[in-house]
């Protein structure tokens, strides 16, 4: 069996001119064969073919690294070695020279990635040059925030800065506070969400300014005016009974309450002070704030009396019960005269053939309905100008009265008293 014959010489690698290449000790330039029954395959990467046991066998991946094995220029490279070997797609070095490659591992730089030999450049503003993970240069949007364009910074705008990838300005928002603030009388100055600072000129005419104060027994406030506190409004008109305090308002008396002045909230200081319904409280009612006294009440601002009870005598409140009272019987001086009676709050006739014709009360019941001359009611018959069928007197039935007879002499000629009392012509 015959073995290669180990030489070592320094030669140029075919994609590296004028490089060194160190091959491994076993690799030749020229192969020289003796009686060696085995035939090389001719790859540089398996190794040599030695005889073993009689088997022709290849010696193995001649390189420390087996990926650094360049089979196309016989040599065992490395990343950064100025050419592209097995594993690799790129070689930043010298012949190469390729950019946006990864100096550990001779692979392209992701997409978006900044190129590590720093051969893409010129992106415009907003964008920063990058890699596109095949070796070429393209641009991505800078980081939000970054710095662009007008630096200016004033009320009502801040620098520029990039936003997706396009420079924008940054002016503050619509309404931001600028300019004048807190003048008496003036609107605020604001920004107008394009840079400018606006004067938003005066407060509404009418609009409360200064300090409150008491004029005409009122309470007043000051107000603006076209820019100027120079104006006056009322605030609360004071109640007659009210005095107005600086700092506080109307106030009622010594309760020191704020009543609004309408008719349920009225200001009276008759004891005890205090704000009351002069409507209906009896014992402040109207404006005057009377106190209606007995057996009375407040209705509409008016003392009134309860019901059934009158003043009829000019005391204190409503003395006077109104019931079953002949004098006085359902309103004051209503008097029922003879033959009646107070009755609740009604005159009524003691009997009942007894009536009050007339209407007046204070004569009483003063016409008999069972008269011969005014025989049935207020407006009966004369029985004494009658003739049949009636008879000459007033006869009383069974609760009524009606011209009839209580003998023959009640009737006129030819006629007979009957047994009902009615005169009857004679058979």
Same mark, same amino acid.
């Given at each position: ?94 012949? /190469?020279? $390729?950019? %946006?490659?990864?100096?550990?591992? &001779? !692979?392209? =730089?992701? +997409?978006? #990635?900044?190129? *590590?030999? @720093? ?7 907003? /964008?920063? $040059?990058? %890699?596109?993970?095949?070796?070429? &240069? !393209?641009? =991505?949007? +800078?980081? #939000?925030?970054? *710095?662009? @364009? ?9 620098? $520029?800065? %990039? ?265």
């Amino acid at each position: 069996m015959t073995a290669w014959s180990a030489v070592t010489r320094a030669t140029a690698g075919a994609s590296a001119p004028g490089r060194s290449v160190t091959r491994a000790p076993w690799v030749v330039s020229t192969r020289r064969w003796t009686t060696d029954p085995c035939t090389d395959d001719g790859l540089f990467c398996t190794g040599p073919e030695q005889c073993q046991g009689g088997v022709c066998v290849s010696a193995g991946n001649p390189c420390a690294v087996p990926a650094d094995c360049d089979e196309t220029n016989d040599v065992c490279g490395a990343c950064g070695d100025g050419m592209v070997g097995a594993g690799e797609d790129c070689d930043p070095a010298a012949p /190469q020279n $390729d950019n %946006c490659c990864d100096v550990v591992s &001779c !692979t392209w =730089v992701s +997409a978006g #990635n900044v190129d *590590p030999q @720093g051969i893409c450049a010129g992106a415009p503003e907003c /964008q920063v $040059d990058a %890699c596109d993970g095949t070796g070429g &240069c !393209t641009t =991505v949007a +800078a980081p #939000n925030g970054t *710095p662009c @364009g007008d630096s200016s910074n004033t009320e009502c705008t801040n620098p $520029d800065t %990039c936003g997706t990838g396009t420079c924008r300005q940054n002016h503050e928002p619509s309404g931001a506070v600028c300019g004048d603030q807190g003048v008496e009388c003036h609107l605020d100055d604001a920004c107008d969400g394009a840079g400018g600072c606006t004067d938003n000129g005066y407060l509404a005419n009418g609009t409360e300014c200064g300090s409150r104060y008491c004029g005409g027994g009122n309470y007043r406030m000051h107000t603006c005016s076209s820019g100027s506190c120079s104006g006056s409004a009322l605030i609360e008109a004071c109640d007659p009974n009210e005095s107005c305090i600086v700092g506080t308002g109307c106030r009622c008396g010594d309760s020191g309450l704020n009543c609004s002045g309408a008719d349920n909230n009225y200001c009276c200081t008759n004891p005890p002070d205090g704000c009351y319904n002069i409507n209906n409280n009896a014992d402040h009612c109207g404006y005057g704030c009377e106190d209606c006294g007995q057996n009375m009440g407040c209705s509409n601002k008016n003392c009134v009396c309860h019901t059934d009870y009158g003043d009829c005598t000019g005391a204190d409140g409503c003395e006077t019960y109104l019931v079953d009272n002949d004098t006085h019987c359902g309103a004051c001086n209503n008097t029922c005269g003879q033959h009646s009676s107070c009755v609740g709050t009604s005159c009524q006739c003691d009997y009942w053939y007894l009536q009050n014709c007339n209407g007046d009360w204070g004569d009483g019941c003063e016409t008999d309905t069972c008269s011969d001359s005014n025989c049935g009611n207020c407006f009966g018959m004369n029985c004494t100008l009658g003739g049949p069928p009636h008879g000459y007197a007033c006869v009383f039935f069974d609760g009524w009265c009606d011209c009839g007879c209580y003998g023959d002499e009640d009737c006129p000629g030819d006629w007979y008293c009957g047994p009902g009392n009615e005169c009857r012509p004679l058979p």
